[in-house]
């Protein structure tokens, strides 16, 4: 037994740098945790009135853990960490822990390196309605969840909709045809959001801001409507690793291992657009994190879905959190902008670093 | 065959020692793959006609053809991917149909002609996958898992190639990968969709030899697609010949591959394709 854990355990190639943390997954996930308290801390005690950090870990110490600590702060400085800050640094997170987990969900469904939460119209969907919900004259809203963001979450789920039920007809394989419709989809909405915002005059820079993404408008309570949509589709993925894993090598293999491909590929479709339309929703559209986050992932620990979903979710956390941070101390720049810049000069590297194809 | 792949083929009852292999030896009869009148038509054009075969548990059976014939379409009929539109398709003795993925899957391993990966893989991370079917959903694999992926691996002689990306392996390595995951997928049958077909003489003939090995050694019963003839009937002695869907015929190299037969079905003459021997 010794001489085959070794066989596993020793590879007498490829043994590169970062081979002591493939085989750590739990040290990565500790070293993400560790991220997302630090990032949290200070992303509550920055800004454009600095609460200090050891007030801002008594305040949350105090109010979410009911500690019984001594009051060393004023009362604004409790207002501005617990109503302003701490929700726009946990709708970050949850909208880190979503798109990376849509992301890789995506990408091992589709068995396409280059998918991201947005790849099957979700995007052009949410924008579309988001302008919509613009143009036309009427103002609700319950709950501070406005006509505008459950416009976007209807409108990405409509998208997706129609993609699965159009890319159901006609003769191409499921999976091929999916991207193509989605593209197709995509486009034609595309259309309709640059003809909706060519309409929309005064309201152009309302839909703008949309498309650009951000957190500014967080609140609790839109905090508390997208975050079991979020948390919910997460868990249903997770349960799912095996099948993702089953998808690795095709879905004529993964049936042949066992996976019942059909309703496995719905249902993961379902869980990663509903995660993603809760996303876009309370958001707008920040791009790379979904794309990115799991590749980095793959890279440090390999393709097994049983750790790249828990790690994509920690460390996407961590980046949406940093870069809203960061977003902030520049000057309230959209969040979109700062991820675009971390995210494609890496996307670059790792096309350069992909070698011929992906064939087995 | 090196000292390591003899110690692991010794060890190998022990790893194997699954629900899987022991529900085999109980509920596996005679036949391991039965089809019984088996026709199957895609957009009118009937591929399988009326197809009866019986596959022994531990036979080693290859199904010629030429292309078109409907070889590929029988394994996904046997696999329980495609339901023919009439007769009956039994693995071990019960029908496929009635059984769910992961039932038929620790019954029946199928090694793909060829497999695409999106990500980089490495090679015991690809042999890992034949595990899924034992595996439990929410606690993922568990020791016994781990040490039939290590079984596979010395099986096939794979330790050498453990921590290479799959996708940067040679095409005859690549199918010896994919042969390892079935290898720990540790069903009772075997099914090859044309194993050898993009390899060279030499991982042809490793091929051929580890699925003989893997069916006289392990007492696998292998049901295999293959387009060379002389592989065919040296490493095999019980052929079948489908010819437009049909079984033309089913019995030892020397009787199913006659000269005249050769001619009729494949079209070409035996001489060329060396069988003139036989």
């Known amino acids: 037994m010794a001489t085959r854990d070794q066989a596993l355990a020793v ?20 070293l993400g ?20 950090p050891e007030d801002t870990i008594a305040i949350l110490g105090r109010r979410l853990l009911g500690l019984d600590l001594p009051v060393t702060w004023t009362p604004a400085a409790e207002t501005i960490v617990v109503d302003l800050r701490l929700p726009r640094v946990l709708t970050a997170m ?6 990376s987990v849509a992301g890789a969900t995506f990408q091992g469904l589709l068995r396409n390196p280059l998918a991201d939460p947005y790849v099957l119209g979700t995007a052009s969907g949410a924008g579309l309605g988001a302008a919509i919900a613009v143009l036309i004259p009427v103002r609700i809203a319950i709950f501070d969840f406005g006509l505008l963001h459950a416009f976007a979450f209807v409108g990405a789920l409509l998208a997706v909709g129609v993609v699965y039920r159009l890319s159901r007809v006609g003769g191409l394989a499921p999976l091929t045809s999916l991207l193509l419709t989605g593209y197709a989809v995509g486009s034609l909405l595309a259309a309709g959001l640059a003809m909706a915002m060519y309409l929309s005059g005064a309201g152009l820079r309302q839909i703008f801001g949309y498309l650009l993404g951000g957190f500014d408008a967080a609140t609790w309570p839109s905090l508390v409507a997208a975050a ?6 997460f868990i249903v993925v997770l349960a799912r690793a095996r099948v993702l894993n089953g998808f690795l090598l095709g879905e004529e293999a993964a049936a042949h291992l066992g996976i019942d491909v059909p309703r496995q590929r719905l249902i993961l479709l379902a869980a990663g657009s509903l995660v993603t339309a809760a996303c876009v929703a309370v958001s707008g559209l920040i791009g790379f994190v979904g794309l990115v986050i799991p590749h980095v992932v793959r890279l440090l ?10 790690l994509s979710a920690i460390y996407g956390a961590a980046l949406l ?11 309230e720049i959209p969040i979109g902008v700062v ?5 494609a000069p890496f996307f670059l590297f790792l096309l350069r670093r992909t070698r011929t194809g992906y064939e087995l | 065959m090196t000292a390591a792949n003899a110690a692991a083929a010794n060890a190998d009852p022990a790893a194997n020692a699954d629900p899987a292999s022991a529900a085999s030896a109980e509920t596996v009869p005679a036949a391991a793959i039965s089809l019984r009148d088996v026709s199957v038509a895609y957009g009118g054009r009937r591929v399988l006609r009326n197809v009866d075969l019986d596959v022994a548990a531990g036979e ?7 292309n078109g014939a409907g070889k590929s379409t029988l394994l996904r009929v046997v696999a329980g991917l495609l339901v023919p539109d009439e007769g009956d398709v039994l693995l071990g003795g019960e029908p496929v149909g009635g059984l769910d993925r992961s039932a038929v899957a620790r019954r029946l391993a199928v090694v793909p002609q060829q497999a695409v990966l999106p990500f980089a893989t490495r090679v015991e991370e690809v042999v890992a996958l034949g595990r899924l079917p034992h595996e439990d959903p929410f606690r993922g694999p568990r020791d016994g898992d781990r040490a039939a992926i290590a079984a596979a691996i010395e099986r096939v002689g794979l330790t050498d190639l453990v921590g290479r990306d799959a996708r940067e392996l040679s095409l005859g390595e690549r199918q010896l990968v994919l042969v390892g995951l079935a290898v720990a997928q540790a069903a009772p049958i075997l099914a090859l969709d044309e194993p050898t077909v993009h390899l060279d003489l030499r991982h042809r003939v490793e091929v051929m030899q580890l699925i003989r090995d893997l069916n006289e050694r392990d007492g696998t019963t292998v049901l295999a697609v293959l387009h060379d003839l002389g592989l065919a009937a040296h490493f095999f002695s019980r052929l079948v010949v489908l010819d437009a869907g049909r079984i033309v015929a089913d019995g030892p190299p020397a009787e199913v591959l006659a000269p005249a037969r050769v001619q009729a079905v494949f079209g070409v003459d035996p001489a060329i394709v060396g069988l003139a021997a036989l």
Not at chain 1, 39 to 47: D, T
Not at chain 1, 94 to 99: E, M, N, S, T, Y
Not at chain 1, 301 to 310: E, F, K, Q, S, Y
Request: glycine share 14%; hydrophobic share 60%; net charge positive.
């Open chain 1, 321 to 331: 959190a940093a870069a809203d941070l960061l977003a902030r101390l520049v000057g």
């Open chain 1, 339 to 343: 991820t675009a810049v971390v995210g």
């Open chain 1, 33 to 52: 945790l560790g991220l997302v308290a630090v990032s949290l801390v200070a992303g509550i005690a920055a800004g454009s009135v600095a609460v200090p």
């Open chain 1, 94 to 99: 949850l909208v880190g822990i979503g798109l």
């Open chain 1, 11 to 30: 590879p007498k190639v490829h043994a590169g740098r970062f081979e002591a943390l493939r085989r750590r997954p739990v040290a990565l996930a500790v």
């Open chain 2, 60 to 66: 080693r059976v290859a199904l010629l053809g030429p």
């Open chain 1, 228 to 233: 079991p949509l979020v948390i919910g589709g």
């Open chain 1, 301 to 310: 620990v390999g393709p097994n879905a049983r750790a790249v979903l828990p």
